[in-house]
């Protein structure tokens, strides 16, 4: 069967349908390249390239440039993945005006196919104001890194009855402004199973247990690129950073023995043309 495109309407049909949504993350060309030609079905240029990919403490300097400059390298290896662009701090909560002009940069510049804003009802305005203008959002409750401070630090969300109802209600809000999809992090597993429920848009859980529509994920946390730390809702598939760096070991070792570059690596040239250089 000849894959196609996938769409907000083949998200949502997912939920329709009981199907899991797959998403994750990619910065650049060749890691979405991979993620998509994995069968992905939504990437996310995630503000986390901040951390991930520049090293940087949290994702709040991260900036607008920052993230058109990865968006457009993530839609150069994106062919059938649906790619989100993950609006920065302070993009969106300065006017609306403001908000809308830099979804429309994800939009016009890099390709993107939607928008993603963390926050409940302190974003309403500027996430109906971006649906208005005909851009699709993603929105984003439970623990939001970019006011990670607000909450006391990267902590489990909604562990009681009062701030599950608050998720819950602020997930409405998000659901009747016109998101198509809503990211769960660090939610108890039960409150995000009663949010799905209650939800007709699709749930993108990330540590949020299994009972959401999809998941999501750091793809530099799950294949082990990233080892400053691991989340406890992160499951590592694959340990890349100690096969490169052993690759690397062995790269020094070869070249400071001579070994490489050999034959097979080099390129020849016939004696006799050899013998016609000028010999000075």
Excluded: W
Excluded at 11 to 34: C, E, F, S, V
Excluded at 181 to 187: D, G, K, P, S
């Amino acid at each position: 069967m000849e894959r196609k495109k996938i769409t907000i309407t083949d998200l949502q049909n997912k939920k329709r349908d009981g199907k899991k949504i797959t998403m994750l993350t990619a910065y650049d060309y060749p890691m979405a390249r991979l993620v998509d030609d994995a069968g992905i079905d939504v990437i996310l240029v995630g503000d986390s390239l901040g951390m991930v990919v520049l090293g940087l403490d949290s994702t709040v300097p991260v900036t607008m440039d920052m993230m058109i400059h990865h968006a457009m390298a993530a839609r150069r290896g994106t062919k059938y993945a649906f790619l989100i662009g993950d609006m920065p701090f302070m993009s969106y909560q300065i006017s609306k005006e403001e908000a809308i002009r830099n979804a429309g940069r994800f939009m016009k510049e890099a390709g993107c196919d939607a928008v993603k804003l963390e926050g409940g009802e302190e974003v309403l305005e500027a996430t109906m104001a971006i649906i208005n203008a005909g851009i699709p959002v993603l929105g984003h409750l439970g623990l939001t890194p970019q006011t990670v401070s607000k909450l006391g630090g990267f902590k489990v969300q909604g562990k009681d009855a009062e701030g599950a109802n608050k998720i819950l209600e602020q997930a409405y809000a998000l659901e009747r402004a016109g998101c198509f999809a809503i990211v769960l992090e660090c939610v108890p597993d039960r409150v995000a199973k009663l949010i799905t429920k209650k939800l007709s848009i699709p749930t993108i859980g990330i540590g949020a247990g299994p009972d959401c529509d999809g998941q999501v994920l750091v793809t530099n946390d799950m294949v082990g690129l990233f080892d400053r730390f691991v989340p406890k809702f992160v499951k590592q598939y694959v340990k890349l950073s100690a096969v490169i760096s052993d690759g690397l070991k062995k790269y020094k070792d070869e070249v400071e023995k001579g070994i490489f570059p050999d034959a097979t690596h080099s390129f020849s040239i016939k004696d006799e043309e050899i013998k016609k250089l000028k010999k000075k």
